[in-house]
RNA sequence: GCCCUCGUAGCUCAGCGGUAGAGCACUCCCUUGGUAAGGGAGAGGUCACGGGUUCGAUUCCCGUCGAGGGCUCCA
């Protein structure tokens, strides 16, 4: 709290002896320094802000954050500042001690300084004892552990201020949130700010930009423009996903975007997720723009009666959907209000759900090689609020478990994390940066069929109700590419860069040759372009090479006239002169084998100690 | 939606209470040049939009829209 004050009690134990709260995160030394850093920043605001109302602390992945309820809004010169005080207390290597204090006497502490959300913190605790934490002056509610001394947190840095509702309830006020990041050491550090600078060159909006692949406008916050060149690269994705459904027995349909709200009252969508649903009215009825198309595949299913014969069926959609965000959550490619899932659901008996989802999973694991993309899976289980019978779900869970293991895929089990529909199983892929992003998903929907009414005719002539497979490998395409964007860093395999070769004449003698090849490849499907501009070669290759083209075929005279190219790969070099037949079959087959020829950057970091957000630590 | 920051030429950015500047890109001319920028000239902006303060606003204030970082949300 405030710096004069005195300790309610005198300080005897040192953190050394302090247990761990049973059944909370890892806590080791790295967790001990976040907090500690978090504890040290609190001094530090508190001496410029000595009035100042203190909330939360926690250690995060990858450092630290407290809130604050400040009379103003901090600078980054305020962040300055605090950190120079940050150093300051470092540098005077502190013991943190600590002790217990009854609840009562812990609340008149908090009284007498104004601190309420502490008050209210230890009026949640409903225990008769809690703990202090002190490091020189400071004295702070925390149940610990920290490191010994202040010395100990040598490699942090404040990142940023945001806002943050206290209690994460937006009814709640808003208070101020400083971010820090922090460390064992100074290198790890350093390792570390290399990565965001690393992130931050690769962002998928700087990327697209400048290797003009969309743009955003004002006209339709939330909606992605796709230029020539990103619509390649989404029309390639698009033409992956039907190619490999098409030879796994999948049928696609194309229905509406506009459905009456009747639709939506159906599948339940109109009670629980309204907000989320772009609406229009048209003479006096409500229609709303698609959001999922889980309900209007219901309908196709609908159109005759089915036999058990006829199941599993697969069936897939990519129509466009929009979801009404909120406009702070929109990001890049990344959280948009238009995009398309390469979505498909599969209606099965039960006894055929091991079997879809053991295929559905040998999909998911042959589409990310492709991308040499690593992933991990969770497998959520029945919720508190499950809908259902419980024996239903008991098999189901047992079926997913047992395909995951029979393709040898690990996975950890999220208890509880399911929907209330159904088990399911999330894909987490992690890109070169050592980054996860949820992507695919494989959900069980026992609800959905039921509420439409789904029925087929089964072996005993006895109508049954089929089960829902809901299930996306890339999720949005939109995503997607921006995660792959971010994860080649903007130069994309051969078979989906948009601009495959650029063909560069060193001068006017050579344009018609170039020409007349650059009309041959296209025949053949390749998409490569001709820099026939009075331009010197430094300049056309420097060109390609920033908008990452694979490959640069440059003819001189020579070339020209041994029907053949010098051929220079983004980001390889020149590999000398190779004959035109010889470059279109290296071409054609990096196309048809949708070969992942690029070389990834990758960045190894200490990322996989990673601590886990948790607030449980205040 | 909420908090903070931001919005100047196609892009990246500088500037500032007295009606705007650079580099790149673009157009034209010269140059026909072997693997990351050849030279010259030119064109291009109601300084996001709407109010207000002021003799005067791109600059200060308020609002709107959009963007960025978070929070919330993501059945």
Not at 288 to 300: A, G, H, R, S, V
Not at 346 to 372: C, P, S
Not at 433 to 444: E, N
Request: net charge negative.
């Amino acid at each position: 709290m405030s710096n004069d004050s005195a300790p309610v009690q005198s300080p005897s134990e040192t953190t050394e002896e302090v247990a761990p709260t049973d059944g909370a995160p890892r806590r080791d030394q790295l967790w001990k320094i976040r907090h500690s850093c978090s504890h040290i920043m609190a001094q530090a605001v508190l001496e410029i802000f000595p009035e100042a109302s203190m909330a939360i602390g926690p250690p995060i992945a990858d450092g630290f954050y407290y809130d604050f309820d400040l009379p103003r809004s901090l600078t980054p010169d305020d962040l300055a500042d605090i950190e120079a005080r940050m150093e300051r207390i470092v540098k005077g290597n502190f013991e943190f001690k600590t002790w217990n204090v009854p609840s009562e006497e812990a609340i008149a502490y908090f009284k007498e300084r104004n601190q309420q959300y502490k008050i209210e913190l230890i009026q949640d605790l409903g225990v008769p004892e809690v703990r202090f934490y002190q490091q020189d002056s400071f004295v702070d509610l925390c149940g610990g552990p920290h490191v010994r001394r202040t010395g100990e947190c040598k490699a942090f840095k404040l990142m940023r201020v945001s806002g943050a509702y206290w209690r994460g309830d937006s009814n709640k006020p808003m208070l101020q949130r400083i971010y820090g990041t922090a460390w064992k050491n100074k290198s790890d550090l350093a390792s570390y700010l290399e990565l965001l600078e690393e992130a931050k060159r690769r962002d998928h909006r700087k990327l697209g930009k400048e290797l003009d692949l969309f743009s955003f406008h004002q006209e339709s916050p939330g909606a992605i423009f796709w230029h020539p060149r990103g619509w390649q690269i989404y029309r390639g994705l698009r033409d992956l996903w039907r190619d490999i459904h098409t030879a796994e027995g999948y049928v696609e349909i194309c229905n509406p975007i506009i459905y009456n709200k009747s639709l939506y009252e159906t599948s339940g969508h109109w009670e629980h997720y309204n907000e989320h649903m772009f609406k229009v009215e048209s003479e006096g009825e409500v229609y709303c723009i698609k959001p999922m198309n889980c309900p209007d595949t219901m309908l196709f299913f609908k159109t005759r009666k089915h036999s058990y014969r006829d199941l599993p069926l697969r069936v897939s959609e990519g129509q466009i959907l929009h979801r009404n965000e909120l406009s702070g959550a929109l990001n890049g490619l990344l959280r948009v209000r238009q995009f398309a899932q390469d979505d498909a659901h599969l209606f099965v008996t039960e006894e055929q759900i091991e079997k879809e989802i053991t295929n559905v999973v040998g999909m998911i694991e042959r589409i990310y090689a492709l991308f040499d993309l690593k992933f991990r899976v969770k497998l959520s289980t029945r919720p508190a609020d499950f809908m259902g019978e419980p024996a239903l779900w008991d098999e189901a869970e047992a079926a997913l478990e047992r395909s995951l293991n029979a393709n040898n895929i690990p996975f950890i089990v999220n208890h509880g994390d399911g929907a209330f529909y159904g088990p399911k199983i999330d894909f987490d892929v992690i890109d070169a940066l050592g980054r996860k992003w949820q992507c695919a998903t494989i959900q069980l929907d026992f609800q959905l069929p039921r509420r439409f009414e789904l029925t087929y005719t089964d072996r005993e002539n006895t109508q049954k109700t089929p089960i829902v497979i809901h299930r996306a490998i890339f999720g949005s395409l939109e995503r997607f590419i921006g995660i792959l964007i971010e994860h080649v860093a903007g130069a994309f395999p051969t078979w989906l860069a948009p601009v495959q070769a650029v063909i560069m004449p060193i001068s006017d003698e050579q344009v018609d040759y170039c020409h007349a090849v650059a009309a041959r490849f296209r025949a053949k499907g390749l998409r490569v372009e001709v820099d026939d501009r009075n331009e010197k070669l430094g300049y056309k290759v420097r060109e390609a090479e920033l908008l990452k083209t694979p490959y640069m075929l440059v003819a001189g005279r020579r070339e020209a006239e041994g029907n053949s190219f010098s051929v220079r790969n983004f980001s390889v070099g020149d590999r000398g002169a190779i004959g035109v037949d010889e470059i279109e079959a290296e071409l054609l087959q990096k196309v048809a084998n949708r070969e992942f020829d690029v070389k990834l950057k990758t960045i190894s970091w200490s990322h996989e100690e990673e601590t886990e957000t948790d607030e449980s630590g205040y």
